[in-house]
């Protein structure tokens, strides 16, 4: 049975799709089979953070209205055997997907994969609510900042009243806050939200802290997903953070300054 | 910035702020949610009561409906008035 996970926010510019990439990557490099499926209708961009943007030929809407099946559609990742991509279509609008049409296609996914990850839209429209309907894990990502934090909050309360398994009176969504652009230095000075404020104000449990990194922007600019940039910060808090999603206990790294050595003072860096 | 302002450094704590609002905001975000559509029709509608007898502004008043248990539930309804009374 697939479990489906969305990757959802409220906020827009947050790092939702970076997450989805980095951690649909990071679920498939320990050999599940997985797809990341695109919910942005009419502004596609997963596809070119994964950097197949040249490969999509068929989309979620062709499938869900029959114009291609889902061999046509999922683009199969290049660096990863068991990565999978099914790109949002970028001419229709978000009303294009139907709540059945979405749930088709999941539960014809769900018979192949292992994990099934949906990259939501910003806002609280169909598109968003679509996204997260079916889903049985969420990964909310927050920065830390107001407005990201109270619409955190706002997406919290639909995961809880407006999903399928609230409706069906089933256990409700296993949730996780992922913090993104994390600035160690400016919380120490007092002028960025802590870690442990963040989880105080949501109440939920943490899965990951991402801190801001330059390799965030370098590896979207290349299509690489952050995670296989395993020599930086971002690339090694992504790898944590499906470690935890996949149950591991593992230690929170890069919530300190990072103190610098004596050579590193003196010739910079 | 001055020299003697330099060594108070009374640098105002902004991530603290942040902190307090958004405790407030959420929870009462949060109270909203988990009440009824006509709460807040109800709310103008005790406003412009109130208001025939009393200027008070929108935030002057408050309504909540806590759920205590299953067979009951409490309207709180919360009015500030003014200092000087007219």
Known sequence: ?269 | MSLLDYFRSTKKNTASTAKERLQIIVAHERNRRNSPDYLPQLERDILAVIRKYVDIADDQVSVSLEKSSDELSVLELNVTFPDDKK
Do not use: W
């Open chain 1, 1 to 269: 049975m697939a479990k489906i996970i969305v990757v959802t926010s409220g906020k827009g510019g947050v790092g939702k799709t970076t997450s989805s990439a980095a951690i649909g990557t990071g679920i498939a490099m320990r050999g599940f089979k997985t797809v990341i499926i695109d919910f942005d209708i009419g502004l596609r961009n997963l596809d070119l953070i994964m950097g197949c943007e040249r490969r999509v030929v068929y989309d979620f809407v062709n499938v869900i209205n029959g114009e291609a099946n889902l061999k046509q559609a999922l683009i199969k990742d290049k660096r990863i055997e068991t990565l999978f991509i099914l790109p949002a279509s970028q001419t229709r609008d978000k009303d294009a997907l139907s709540k059945e049409g979405v749930e088709r296609i999941l539960n014809e996914l769900a018979e192949e994969f292992d994990y099934i990850i949906c990259d939501s839209p910003a806002g609280i429209e169909s598109g968003a609510m679509m996204a997260l309907y079916f889903a049985d894990e969420a990964v909310v990502v927050t920065n830390p900042e107001v407005s990201s934090v109270r619409d955190s909050d706002r997406i919290l309360g639909m995961l809880s009243s407006k999903s399928r398994r609230a409706e069906q009176g089933l256990p409700g969504i296993k949730e996780h806050l992922l913090l993104t652009r994390y600035n160690p230095e400016r919380v120490v000075k007092g002028e960025m939200l802590s870690v442990e404020d963040v989880g105080e104000i949501l109440a939920i449990k943490l899965l990951g802290v991402i801190p801001e990194s330059q390799a965030v922007l370098n590896a979207s600019n290349s299509g690489q997903p952050v995670i296989l940039d395993q020599d930086s910060d971002a690339g090694q808090a992504y790898l944590d953070t499906v470690a935890r999603l996949l149950g591991e206990d593992v230690p929170f790294r890069f919530l300190n300054v990072e103190k610098k050595g004596l050579l590193k003072r003196i010739f910079g860096g």
